[in-house]
């Protein structure tokens, strides 16, 4: 099995190297211009980490140090980190680090706790730039959602000058600038995103997912009022001809093997297939040539978005039905969706998957797209970090001087996404209902509460007003009383029949409950030194002198005991909590590292069939060298 899966994967990857590469990977750049010392002071090439935020069409100006006991940045600064650098007002510190002994990444996120504004890599050896990657292993690594600062990297000779200048104590200062990294020619930006209908392949997956749920609103906003033009992109792969009958290209791929996408699960023999995801692909790729072609292009981060909440792998539903149904809820033609995918099955080519095979390949100063996801912002490849504000930022950096949209002027971002189409949720027009509610980072569709009346349903397609609770008609047959402004039922709404007296009271709950006489039944307020008194219900115990009686325990202490007592108990609590919140956690990265490490890999092994193994010179390199 695990032979096979390797000789399709060396297959595909062959072929697609024949077909579209030798892959052409592009080197991100931003300049650094050193303007002390004198003797060093010029304009050089660096190149942007594909981590943290870069400064998209800004400048950062700082000085540079670099520690006596932590050159590779790999352990944690400590003492000769001058003091400064964490002040704040000062002017920021760039740590300039080595290459090598640990993932770039950890490099940044060291510098970023010991205070640095940006951290600079310097090369260890004479060499084109290179991007410095994420780790290469997918590992969940927690603290790479955090990595906030602009992160570059530096030819060997630039390392080399810079060092000398420090050791010889001179004061160096940089300038680091990306306003030139994306061209900016014009009022509008085209901006494209290569991702996937797959959400079973980890930390990859929801980081895409995530992304587009998160942009989708600012997305909408640009393209609504013409400011951008964004595609989304799909990748396929074809299947080698003489494998076309194979088990794992018909698993794969569909139109007889002119598309295909690896198996989800990486198990030919259950859960979904590597074709359900194509077609799926295929569906959203559709979706927007149907949207865009009647003028809304934008509606396609809707339908994305609600798929993947209402159609997921893991809730079995990553299917046409209900798809559909998204489709339907979002007022696109399906007929014209089907027919844009047509059979699947049949032998034939799919103009729009075809389509997107070509636009893998690079193009001009675009790279090929070989690694999901990747973005695209003005023909240049996007590097840093997934996230709503880093990426409006470049956005924002390509228009053209003041042509850029009121939301590149704003810190923040919301619109009310239940204005368009009830958000794709459902209403009832009469009586002026809708289950859509408007939220920062979107829309949720969830039936209302309406004056006290709960609306049941799955909040799309259906909402009803749910009976109302079964003990406020008649008090659902149980018994109740009032005495001395104090209520008792035998009704209890959870449950769907039956009567129960209340605690304090007992009888059969439907004609009647009777009080139980606690002091009189010895059932509470047994304590030496305690007087019981019994009251309709309940009962009240009240210890002599200047103790407090403790319901819980039926003792009576003395209050300052009680309060050191109450504390003890309350410390066990915390300590028990903390202790279960550990072992549950351990459990969880044991689980999810057993899981990245078998299936992951061989998914993204072949979605990254560039990983540097190959003859091909690839300027890019992975985590740790
Ligand atoms: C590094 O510093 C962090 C926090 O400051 C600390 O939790 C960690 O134990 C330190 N690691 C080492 C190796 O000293
Ligand atoms: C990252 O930031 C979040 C929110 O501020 C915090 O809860 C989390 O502990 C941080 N993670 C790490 C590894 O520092
Ligand atoms: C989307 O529509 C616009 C205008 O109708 C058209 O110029 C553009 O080529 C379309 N994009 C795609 C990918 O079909
Ligand atoms: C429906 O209710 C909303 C607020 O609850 C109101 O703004 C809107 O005008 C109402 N629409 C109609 C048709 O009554
Ligand atoms: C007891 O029930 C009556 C009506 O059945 C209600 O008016 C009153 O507010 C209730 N009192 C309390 C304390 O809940």
């Not at 023999?269 to 569906?283: F, W």
Request: some cysteine; glycine content about 8%; proline content about 4%.
């Amino acid at each position: 099995m695990r032979g096979d899966k390797l000789g399709f994967v060396i297959c595909v990857w062959f072929l697609f190297m024949y077909e579209s590469c030798l892959c052409k990977f592009v080197v991100e750049k931003n300049s650094l211009k050193v303007t002390s010392p004198e003797n060093l002071r010029n304009t050089y090439e660096s190149a942007i980490g594909n981590f943290g935020v870069p400064q998209y069409g800004g400048t950062l100006s700082g000085s540079v140090i670099y520690s006596k006991t932590n050159q590779n940045a790999c352990g944690n600064f400590t003492d000769d980190i001058p003091s400064t650098a964490k002040k704040p007002g000062s002017r920021p510190v760039f740590f300039l680090t080595d290459r090598g002994d640990c993932y770039f990444t950890y490099k940044a996120w060291n510098a970023q706790n010991a205070g640095a504004s940006a951290i600079l890599v310097a090369d260890d050896r004479p060499e084109h730039l290179i991007t410095m990657d994420l780790p290469k292993d997918d590992e969940n690594f927690d603290y790479l959602q955090n990595l906030t600062i602009p992160s570059v990297f530096v030819t060997n000779s630039l390392g080399v000058s810079l060092k000398k200048a420090l050791e010889n104590n001179e004061l160096v200062l940089v300038n680091l600038d990306w306003t030139e990294t994306l061209p900016h020619p014009d009022e509008r930006v085209e901006y494209e995103f290569w991702t996937n209908s797959n959400d079973e392949c980890g930390p990859k997956c929801d980081t895409q997912i995530d992304f587009i749920k998160n942009f989708k609103g600012p997305a909408q906003i640009l393209e609504r009022k013409g400011y951008t033009r964004f595609t989304p992109h799909y990748i396929t792969w074809f299947c080698p001809e003489e494998f076309v009958s194979s088990t794992k290209c018909e698993s794969q791929c569909i139109n007889h093997g002119r598309y295909c996408a690896p198996d989800p699960e990486q198990d030919f023999s259950q859960g979904y297939e590597g074709k359900d995801v194509v077609v799926e692909n295929l569906r959203q790729a559709c979706f927007y040539k149907v949207a865009n072609e009647s003028g809304k292009p934008w509606v396609w981060w809707d339908y994305v978005t609600d798929f993947a909440t209402r159609c997921s792998m893991k809730d079995h539903k990553f299917k046409k039905d209900c798809a559909d149904e998204v489709v339907k809820s979002l007022g696109v033609d399906i007929k014209k969706i089907d027919e844009c995918m047509g059979d699947p099955k049949e032998d034939v080519e799919n103009a729009v998957l075809k389509a997107e095979q070509q636009a893998q390949i690079g193009k001009g100063v675009r790279g090929d797209v070989t690694i999901l996801p990747t973005l695209v912002i003005n023909n240049r490849q996007y590097r840093g970090k997934l996230d709503k504000k880093a990426v409006l930022k470049a956005i924002c950096s390509g228009f053209k001087e003041t042509t850029e949209p009121d939301i590149c002027l704003s810190d923040e971002i919301e619109t009310n996404e239940c204005l368009d189409n009830n958000g794709g949720c459902w209403m009832d027009t009469v009586a002026n209902i809708t289950a859509c509610k408007d939220t920062f980072r979107g829309k949720v569709c969830e039936c209302p509460i309406v004056q006290g009346v709960k609306f049941v349903g799955d909040g799309y397609k259906h909402c009803e007003a749910s009976p109302p609770p079964r003990c406020q008609v008649n008090n659902g047959g149980c018994w109740k009383s009032t005495k001395d402004s104090r209520n008792y039922s035998a009704c209890i709404d959870d449950h769907t029949e039956g009567c129960e007296c209340p605690p304090g009271f007992k009888g059969d709950g439907i004609n009647s409950c009777e009080d139980i006489n606690e002091c009189k039944e010895k059932t509470a307020c047994q304590c030496s030194n305690c007087k019981c008194k019994n009251t309709w219900g309940s009962y009240e115990c009240s210890c002599k002198g200047n103790l407090l009686y403790l319901k819980e325990h039926d003792t009576c202490l003395s209050k300052d005991v009680a309060t050191s007592g109450g504390w003890g108990f309350a410390w066990a609590v915390v300590l028990g909590v903390a202790a279960f919140g550990v072992a549950g956690y351990t459990f969880y990265k044991y689980r999810m590292r057993r899981y990245m490490d078998s299936e992951i890999r061989a998914i993204m092994a072949q979605y990254m069939p560039l990983d540097n193994e190959g003859e091909v010179p690839v300027y890019g390199s992975h985590g740790d060298i």
